[in-house]
C-alpha cells in the first residue's frame, strides 16, 4: 500500500503520464490542474485554467502537445491558455504549417496529419468549462468550429468532437469505471460518513426509540409506509425534472449521459415506488398482525433500554471499519503501472497515449478486499445477534422480570465478546464465503455479456439463484444457532443443531411468527433508508455538484449503509421476537404448561394464538 498515491483516481493523467494539479510524474504539474483534451483517444494536456473564450473559439491556434501553435490571424493569448512546459519531452510531436496547417486553410488543417480529425496530436483553441479538473468543450464552441473547419459536414465533425468530451471521465484503456467510483468516495468521503452513517444512526435511534410506545406503533408503522412511497415518488419527480433542467441548460452543464442517468433513474423510481405501493397493499394484513409481535418484543426492550443504543455501538465500529477499508482501496485502486501506447493514426504517424495497467496480483488484492467488506460486516451483525439474543433470554428467564435492568446488556456484550466471537467469526464467514461465490458469478456474468454467450449467461443465472438460495438458507440457520449459543453457550455447530431441531419440533408457531414478524422490520428499514437516501442525493447535488463523476456511487453506498444500520435498529425487535420464541419453546419443553415456566400468561396466550405447536418429532433423543 505505501506505493500507492489517492491522487492517481482523482486527478486527470496527460498524454506523458504526468497528473494535472500534483507532483505526480516527470514533472511537477501543480501549478497546472486541469486537462484540454487535444485527441478523442484521452491524450491531452495540463493547463493552468480552463479556457474562457468570448468568440467561443479560435481556430488559428492550435493545443498541441508540445504547447500552442498559432498561424496568421490567431487572436489569443499564451495567457489565454497557459500549457505546461513539455519541452523535457525530445519526442514530442511538434505542429509545422505542413503537418498541422497546410497552406493556412481551417479546413485542411481539420484533415492533417496534426489535428486528424480529432486523432492527431494538436486540437483548436475552443470555449470551455471544467468539470471535474477536466475541460469540457461547451455546445457553442463545439458549433462554432463545426462552422469553420467542416462547413459542409463533409468530414462529421460533430461526431468526433462530441466522442472527445464524453470521454473526459477517463483514459479509453486504462481509467476504468471502479478508478471513478473510488475517486468520487473518495472526494465524498466526509459526507458518505455523514449521511451514511451519521443520519441513519440518528433516525433509526429516534425511530426505534418511539416504536418501543404501545400506543405510538399503529401510527409510527402507517405513517413509515405513506412516507416511505412518498419520498420515492418525489425523488422520481425530482430526478425528471432535473434531467430537463440540465437537458434545456445554456451553456450545458452537464454531458449527455448525466442527463440519462438522471432521466433513467426517474423512470427506475417510478417503477420502484409502483412495486412498493403494490407490495405494502398485499402486506397490510401482515403489518397489523407484525404489530403484536413487536408489542411483546418491547416489553422486553423497555426493560433493557441500553439495548437501544448498542446498534449505535455496532454502526460505529462499522464506520471505522469502513473507513479504513475505503482508505485501503483508494490505495490499491492506485497502484497499477503506467503503460504508453503508440496509436498509429496515419501511416507512418504515431500518437503515444499513457494509461494505467493494473497487475493481476492488484487484480487479486482487490478481490481479497471485497472478501473482507463481505466478512467483516456479517461478523458486526453475528456479534450483535448474540448480544441482543443474550440481552433478551436473561430478561426472559427471570423470575422477577421488574428487576432486569440495563446491566444485562453490558453484561451480555463482555459475555458474548470474551466468549463466543469464534462463534460469530466462523457464522459470520460461511455468509461471507458464500456471498463472494455470489460476486465471482456477478463478474463472470459480466464477461459473458461481454462475449454475447446465451448458454454461458442462462447457467450462470441459475447458479446465481440457486447459490442465493444457499445463503438465504445458512442466514436463518446461523441467527437461531445465535439465539442457541446466547441461551445455553454451546458452540456454533451444536447451537445450529440444536436450532434446527428446536425449529422442526415446532415447525408450525415458528414459521408462522417469523414469517409476520418481519412485516414491521421491513417497513423501518425501508423508510429509514429511502429518507437518508433521499435527503444525501439534495446534500450531494447541492455540495458536490462539479466534483463528482456521477452522485449514483456515493448514494450506492450511503442507501447501502443506511439499510445495513437501519437493519441493525430493526434487528433489535426482529431479534427480539425470535429470542422470545425460542426462550418460550425451550422454557415450554423443560417445564411443560405448568406453573414453574418463566413465561407470564399474556405471552403464553400470544404465542398460541399465532401458531399452535407442531407434532414432536425430528432430532428427539
Excluded at 449527455?256 to 394484513?285: E, H, P, W
Excluded at 501511416?347 to 473482507?372: A, N, T
Amino acid at each position: 500500500m505505501q506505493q500507492g498515491d489517492y491522487r492517481l483516481i482523482l486527478y486527470p493523467l496527460d498524454y506523458d503520464g504526468n497528473l494535472c494539479g500534483t507532483n505526480k510524474g516527470q514533472v511537477d504539474m501543480t501549478d497546472y490542474p486541469y486537462l484540454y483534451y487535444v485527441n478523442d483517444f484521452s491524450g491531452g494536456v495540463c493547463v493552468k485554467e480552463c479556457p474562457k473564450l468570448e468568440n467561443l473559439t479560435d481556430v488559428k491556434t492550435l493545443v498541441t502537445y508540445s504547447g500552442l501553435y498559432q498561424v496568421d490571424g490567431s487572436y489569443i493569448t499564451s495567457d489565454d491558455i497557459a500549457i505546461a512546459d513539455y519541452s523535457y519531452n525530445n519526442d514530442t510531436l511538434a505542429c509545422t504549417e505542413t503537418l498541422c496547417y497546410p497552406n493556412g486553410d481551417p479546413e485542411e488543417s481539420f484533415t492533417s496529419y496534426g489535428v486528424n480529425m480529432g486523432k492527431g496530436f494538436s486540437y483548436y483553441a475552443m470555449d470551455t468549462y471544467e468539470l471535474m479538473w477536466r475541460c469540457v468543450f461547451t455546445d457553442e464552441a463545439r458549433d462554432a468550429v463545426d462552422a469553420i473547419v467542416n462547413p459542409n459536414d463533409q468530414n462529421n465533425l460533430t461526431s468526433v468532437i462530441d466522442t472527445m468530451a464524453t470521454q473526459n471521465e477517463q483514459i479509453k484503456q486504462g481509467y476504468s469505471i471502479w478508478n471513478n467510483l473510488y475517486g468520487d468516495l473518495w472526494v465524498a468521503r466526509y459526507y458518505i460518513l455523514g449521511l451514511g452513517f451519521g443520519a441513519p444512526l440518528v433516525v433509526g435511534f429516534v425511530y426505534s426509540l418511539f416504536l418501543r410506545i404501545p400506543l405510538v406503533l399503529p401510527f409510527m408503522v402507517w405513517f413509515s409506509v405513506a412516507a416511505t412511497i412518498a419520498i420515492v415518488f418525489g425523488g422520481a419527480y425530482y430526478a425528471g425534472e432535473l434531467a430537463a433542467e440540465w437537458e434545456n441548460a445554456d451553456p450545458p452543464m452537464y454531458t449527455d449521459d448525466n442527463i440519462k442517468v438522471a432521466q433513467y433513474g426517474s423512470y427506475a423510481l417510478y417503477a420502484f415506488g409502483g412495486l412498493l405501493v403494490i407490495v405494502f397493499l398485499f402486506m397490510r394484513k401482515r403489518i397489523l398482525l407484525a404489530m403484536g409481535c413487536v408489542k411483546e418484543a418491547s416489553k422486553a426492550i423497555l426493560r433493557l433500554p441500553l439495548i437501544i443504543v448498542f446498534p449505535v455501538i455496532q454502526a460505529l465500529g462499522f464506520a471505522a471499519f469502513m473507513t479504513i477499508w475505503t482508505v485501503y482501496c483508494a490505495y490499491l485502486a492506485s497502484m497499477g503501472e503506467f503503460k504508453t501506447q503508440q496509436i498509429d493514426t496515419v501511416p507512418g504517424l504515431f500518437i503515444s497515449v499513457r494509461y494505467f495497467e493494473f497487475s493481476d496480483f492488484i487484480k487479486q488484492c482487490g478481490w481479497f478486499m471485497l472478501f473482507c467488506f463481505f466478512w467483516s460486516g456479517q461478523f458486526i451483525i453475528a456479534i450483535g445477534e448474540i448480544i441482543f439474543a443474550m440481552s433478551i433470554s436473561k430478561w426472559y428467564f427471570a423470575r422477577d422480570k421488574k428487576k432486569v435492568g440495563s446491566g444485562a446488556v453490558i453484561s451480555s456484550i463482555w459475555t458474548s465478546i470474551w466468549y463466543h466471537t469464534g462463534t460469530a467469526a466462523f457464522g459470520s464467514l460461511i455468509i461471507a464465503i458464500f456471498q463472494m461465490i455470489r460476486a465471482v458469478i456477478a463478474y463472470l456474468q459480466k464477461k459473458a455479456d461481454e462475449m454475447d454467450s446465451s448458454l454461458a449467461k442462462a447457467i450462470l443465472c441459475c447458479l446465481q439463484c440457486v447459490v442465493l438460495c444457499f445463503e438465504k438458507i445458512f442466514k436463518f440457520i446461523n441467527k437461531n444457532a445465535y439465539i442457541q449459543t446466547a441461551i445455553f453457550g454451546s458452540s456454533f455447530c451444536k447451537s445450529a443443531k440444536e436450532a434446527y431441531c428446536l425449529i422442526m419440533r415446532n415447525a408450525a408457531r415458528i414459521i408462522a411468527i417469523t414469517y409476520v414478524s418481519g412485516g414491521v422490520v421491513f417497513v423501518g428499514k425501508m423508510f429509514i433508508t429511502t429518507l437518508t437516501t433521499g435527503a444525501a442525493y439534495f446534500v450531494l447535488d447541492n455540495e458536490l455538484r462539479d466534483e463528482l463523476y456521477s452522485n449514483i456511487g456515493p448514494l450506492f453506498f450511503i442507501a447501502l449503509s443506511a439499510w445495513f444500520i437501519s437493519g441493525m435498529f430493526m434487528g433489535v425487535f426482529d431479534m427480539g421476537i425470535a429470542t422470545i420464541l425460542q426462550c418460550f419453546v425451550a422454557d415450554e419443553e423443560m417445564y411443560g404448561d405448568s406453573q414453574s415456566m418463566y413465561a407470564e400468561g399474556s405471552l403464553k396466550n400470544w404465542v398460541n394464538d399465532h401458531g399452535k405447536s407442531s407434532e414432536k418429532r425430528g432430532c428427539m433423543d
